[in-house]
């Protein structure tokens, strides 16, 4: 008798990812699809059988918010994810993707692909000149994932006009445009920008808004981590909706967060200003991850007009001592205004080494290493932004428990790494291994801020709708097969900021497509993900 499922999984509990309470039954799956889900399969009918009695059998996590563009081409299975129960991935974030690249300005282009290389990948290798072509490039080394991609804004702009701090001549922004279409056209599903960041700060409201015309064209989606999550949070986030209401595209707030003690208590206000935003007719939705500290590059704490021209240009600059005064006047000076002032919202001592060459700074604030070195906290970071460039990745304690889980709570919220890869090696913020466990043991089980139901629909349905995935996120007959199966009472979080990359405990199955790509704490080497394009 010829079976009629390659796998059936036996006895769990359903969590369908719609919301709604667990249900008993089986799940037959058959070339890469769930193909029936009832009460009672009988085991015969299937070549390998799951048992999951006793465990909660649920759709395959998103990560909303990834920057794993570099490290699929190093590791197409994406341990740290998989590891997780997360079965996509969401990349191109902030503002950065891969591609799309132009031969006249690659070396501006590649030096601030350094971000995602974790030190381990020389960006002279990433000389991928289409969004296509990355894409291609990703599906022929069969990635163990799923992977969503979003056209990055500061690539666009760099691969049209580089690294300069000035708004486009028509012309550019016309090539900036076409840009973005082609990328769409090739699969992208929308456009994010970095507004922190160097160069994506350069650009003006309304370069954004032509830029979101020409994905909105396609229905895409604008995702944002914004001018300001500190300070200027308010302004920020109006000039998102505005984005999204001029460029009539769905709007997504990246790594929702209210930076800087001033401000903790605001989430009240934002959540309420994005409220008021759906009312009136923006789709707006956000991402979080559960972690007091954030990460990103060193230089990211220097204002952006001083990366303007790229490393061969910044790095020269800050040796001179007139040029650091000046710098750090801008810093300190309070009405600092355009720009997130990320030393006035963690610190020196908030701000801690990630990602370096100097082995013995990582772990160490920077009031440390200026004790150390006795240098003052503004030359030791000066010195490592001449080293590193962009390479060297800090972690910034930043953020309040209070508004983490008011913005969890709030139904639009969806989960997100943010991670920053360290290749298995380096040590980078725990959320790149430990982001859905940790809401799933800490923030469910332990302390009831969610739902189980809840929480399992923010990971699955919530990002397939907003991103427009038709057939992942539910457990549903003629959906895509990507399930994980956990324990509920055990699973939880191993990473820590001092040992980042440990996987989580509780998780027993996760199947990416149908495969069984992780079995209890170990990766099975399965090439079952998809590169996903979106379609208009
Ligand atoms: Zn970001």
Redesign the pocket.
Known sequence: MSTKFDTVIKSGRILDGTGNPWYAADVGIQGGRITRIQKEIDPQFARQVIDAQGLTVCPGFFDS?SHDDVYLLVNPRCDEKILQGVTTNVIG??GISVSPLSDEHRAEATSFLAVMCGQQVSTEELNIQTFGEYLARLEALKPGINVLPLVGHSTVRIATMGTVNRAPSENELLEMKDRVARAMEEGAFGLST?L?YAPGNYARTEEIVELAKAAGQFHGIYTT?MRSEGDAEPAAIAETFRIGQEAGIPVHI??HKVVGKQNWGKSVDTLKMMAEARASGVEATCDQYPYRAGS?FLAAVLPPSVLAGGPAVFTTKLKDPGFRAQIVETIESESAAGWENLIKGAGFEGLVISVSRHEGYVGKSISDIARMENKSPYDVIFDLVIDEALGCIIILFMMDEGDIIRIMRNPWTMIGT?GIPGFGVKKVHPRMSGTFPRILGRYVREQGILTIEEAIRKMTSLPAQTFGVQDKGLLKEGFDADVVIFDPATILDQATYEEPNQGPVGIHYVLVNGEIAAENGKVTGATSGKVLRHTK
């Open positions: 918010h974030n902030c970095g922190i981590h990246s790594h990103t943010d």
